[in-house]
């Protein structure tokens, strides 16, 4: 074969292949809309065939531990964002609670309200609850650090004049708190731009006071004393800081 004929079939041979390629690529390279798509491990949509994971729900969803600001919060439905404000507290149903309407403790609560648009009396009173128990606690194991966050300049000086004398004579004090039996505001109102109210807190305590042999030389470890207590706090109505001080106390008992 001369080489005019070879070169002949080399083109014809290099025309089938061409041609073979091309259909091949036609078939291999569409997409018929039903390949899987390549798994990624950073996806968590969960849509991919013998990849599929269950969305993770929210921890805590049900959880009466989780406690929610009562604040604004963003919602989003369908990418728009929402705004939902929850609603404003109504002060003068919140002092009913505590107060007859005309009396002087509820018009010296409203005046606290006046004056101080951040007041709110159940707030006010929860806090008034802990403060209590804390300030106690705090006493009984000769915690000043505490107790100069809770107290005014005048009432810590007592405070802490009781535990140095205390430690001097080389006793301890150890404070059980079982509850509170009845708590009442009884005053309030403005003094120099001072919101001042008063409580009176009748409660449930085991104190004991050991020597330093560890003897106990007042109380018992089982015995329940019934405590009452009136208390005023006080702080700068509209000021910086939003805690309340102890400024005045009083035993019944």
């Given at each position: 074969m001369n080489s005019t004929g070879l070169d002949l079939v080399s083109v014809i041979f290099l025309g089938v292949a061409v041609v073979i390629f091309l259909y091949l690529r036609s078939i291999l390279g569409s997409r018929t809309g039903n390949e899987r798509r390549p798994y990624d491990p950073y996806s968590n949509d969960g849509s991919d065939t013998g990849q599929r994971t269950q969305r993770?729900?929210?921890?805590?969803?049900?959880?009466?531990?989780?406690?929610?600001?009562?604040?604004?919060?963003?919602?989003?439905?369908?990418?728009?964002?929402?705004?939902?404000?929850?609603?404003?507290?109504?002060?003068?149903?919140?002092i009913k609670k505590y107060a007859d309407e005309g009396t002087p403790l509820s018009n010296g609560l409203h005046s606290i309200a006046a004056a101080d648009n951040s007041f709110d009396p159940e707030q006010f009173m929860q806090g008034a609850e802990r403060a209590y128990e804390m300030i106690i606690t705090a006493f009984s194991e000769g915690d000043k650090r505490t107790l100069k966050r809770l107290l005014a300049k005048d009432v810590l000086t007592g405070f802490t004049a009781a535990i140095d004398e205390r430690e001097k004579q080389g006793q301890s004090m150890a404070t059980q708190f079982v509850g509170f039996d009845k708590i009442t505001m009884l005053e309030a109102g403005i003094e120099d731009k001072q919101a001042e109210i008063t409580v009176k807190f009748k409660s449930s305590l085991i104190r004991t006071i050991f020597g330093p042999e560890g003897e106990i030389i007042e109380g018992d470890e089982t015995e329940i004393d019934k405590v009452t207590d009136i208390w005023t706090f006080s702080r700068a109505a509209n000021g910086r800081d939003p805690n309340w001080k102890l400024i005045a106390t009083e035993s019944e008992s």
């Open positions: 993770q729900q929210p921890r805590n969803q049900d959880n009466d531990n989780v406690v929610t600001m009562p604040d604004r919060r963003n919602d989003r439905n369908d990418g728009r964002e929402m705004m939902h404000e929850t609603p404003e507290v109504d002060i003068g149903e919140q």
